[in-house]
């Protein structure tokens, strides 16, 4: 089946860092790829909509210079934390859909677990 | 606006013990919906979903029935294992010029041995 798969599984960086997080569809073109945001024992919030060619379509309440969103190529889109401090700590899941489209469930990475120290 | 409502947890159940999360929606239009789960540090993983009214979906045991009467698509399993210990999400899924997918707070569930 269709694999997303999402790079790094952890990191711990100092406070100030930039942080970037990658995001592949490993068997299917995806034009549309979502970045979420976990905080523990909560569910998933959108923060994102990364279209393949195009600016990203942030939600309300994200700062869109904070968490910067490249999807350059049908295949992969990062989401990088600049300047990264401890209440950016959190987990990070990204999910891909299908170039077709269709109403087809989308595809989650195993998530990134961010920690600033 | 859509919204996605899940029973709140944690579920505590002794193995073999039947389970109902119970899930509802609100949304524009025709919703696909789905259930989600969770294993501790890892990301999401689907375990099964309904496209249209009445559909059921099932998967490893676990079934779900799209009513739209009630807009409700609960979750049940005859008989839970220890494995089956995770967060179950409920969401659905519309189209707004693009499939955006809506998530419920998550159940956690604990299945005691």
């Known amino acids: 089946g269709a694999v997303v798969s999402q790079h790094p599984s952890w990191v711990i960086c100092k406070s100030g860092t930039s942080v970037k997080i990658e995001c592949r569809s490993l068997d299917f073109q995806a034009t549309t790829m979502f970045w979420y945001r976990q905080f523990p024992k909560q569910s998933l919030m959108l923060m994102a909509t990364?279209?393949?060619?195009?600016?990203?379509?942030?939600e309300q309440g994200v700062e869109k210079d904070k968490f910067l969103i490249n999807h350059a190529s049908l295949t992969l889109s990062t989401l990088t934390v600049t300047s990264a401090h401890p209440e950016d700590s959190s987990f990070y899941i990204c999910?891909?859909?299908?170039?077709?489209?269709?109403?087809?469930?989308?595809?989650f990475g195993d998530g990134t677990r961010l920690s600033i120290l | 606006g859509d919204s996605v409502t899940q029973m709140e947890g944690p579920v505590t159940l002794s193995e073999e013990a039947f389970l109902t999360i119970n899930c509802t929606y609100t949304a524009t239009g025709y919703p696909s919906l789905f259930w989600y789960v969770q294993y501790p540090g890892e990301g999401l993983q689907l375990l099964l979903k309904?496209?249209?009214?009445?559909d059921k979906g099932s998967n490893k045991g676990f079934e779900a029935t799209y009513r739209k009467e009630t807009t409700s698509f609960h979750l049940e399993k005859g008989s839970v294992q220890v494995s089956d210990s995770a967060v179950y999400f409920c969401?659905?899924?519309?189209?707004?010029?693009?499939?955006?997918?809506?998530f419920g707070a998550g159940t956690r569930l604990f299945v005691k041995a």
């Open positions: 969401a659905l899924s519309v189209n707004t010029g693009g499939f955006k997918t809506i």
């Open positions: 309904a496209t249209k009214a009445d």
């Open positions: 999910s891909a859909e299908r170039a077709e489209g269709s109403n087809q469930p989308q595809h």
């Open positions: 990364s279209n393949e060619g195009s600016k990203a379509t942030y």
